[in-house]
């Protein structure tokens, strides 16, 4: 079945840019949807089709997605964006919503 | 406002059943697909089943297939899960979520409810 790979963990400054990245074989090819949970909390969509912002989510927040990798892009990064990121596909081959591992982002 | 408040988790033992209801308000229910997510302790985002806006497709995950089953009554704005026989690999977190239009992403999350299979 279909993988989706994240690294583990992410450290970043505040202020400076996070890049969190999900590999899967021709992700490209598909429509990449990405998720924050904080501690103790649901999670909540902040990029939808690759690189669509929801409604009141920052701009500060973007996306991309081509070839093998998926890219969560936060920019002047806050201690507010501390938490775990998912990405996240619809795999048509097996009819099957896959979710990549996670990764947690640490503001230092 | 918008909103998905799940009921009806708790502790059971090893081969137990267990039936978890969703209610949702602030959006035209039968309108969306609706997925069940859950979440184990310390652990990631797992999806679980989906069911179409109309109840006429439903998919499950490999894990739960033949033991869960996914079901709704648009009359009472309602998602069910209705879990037979479970192990302690599903102990977790169940999120129900709503499909966000036809895409296959989750815009919307209720709280979650806590299922602990343990004897």
């Known amino acids: 079945s279909y993988v989706l790979t994240q690294p583990p963990s992410v450290s970043v400054a505040p202020g400076k840019t996070a890049r969190i990245t999900c590999g899967g074989n021709n992700i490209g090819s598909k429509s990449v949807h990405w998720y924050q949970q904080k501690p103790g909390q649901a999670p909540v969509l902040v990029i939808y089709y690759d690189s669509d912002r929801p409604s009141g989510i920052p701009e500060r927040f973007s996306g991309s997605n081509s070839g093998n990798t998926a890219t969560l892009t936060i920019s002047r990064v806050e201690a507010g964006d501390e938490a775990d990121y998912y990405c996240q596909v619809w795999d048509s081959s097996s009819d099957h919503v896959i979710f990549g591992g996670g990764t947690k982002l640490t503001v230092l | 406002q918008v909103q998905l408040v799940e009921s009806g988790g708790g502790v059971v033992q090893p081969g137990g059943s267990l039936r978890l209801s969703c209610a949702a308000s602030g959006f035209t229910f039968s309108d969306y697909g609706m997925h069940w997510v859950r979440q184990a302790p310390g652990k990631g985002l797992e999806w679980v089943t989906f069911i179409r806006y109309d109840g006429s497709n439903k998919y499950y995950a490999d894990s739960v297939k033949g033991r869960f089953t996914i079901s709704r009554d648009n009359s009472k704005n309602t998602l069910y899960l209705q879990m037979n026989s479970l192990r302690a690999e599903d102990t977790a977190v169940y999120y129900c979520?709503?499909?966000?239009?036809?895409?296959?992403?989750?815009?919307?999350w209720g709280q979650g409810t806590m299922v602990t299979v343990s004897s």
């Open positions: 979520a709503k499909a966000m239009g036809a895409t296959w992403a989750f815009n919307i």
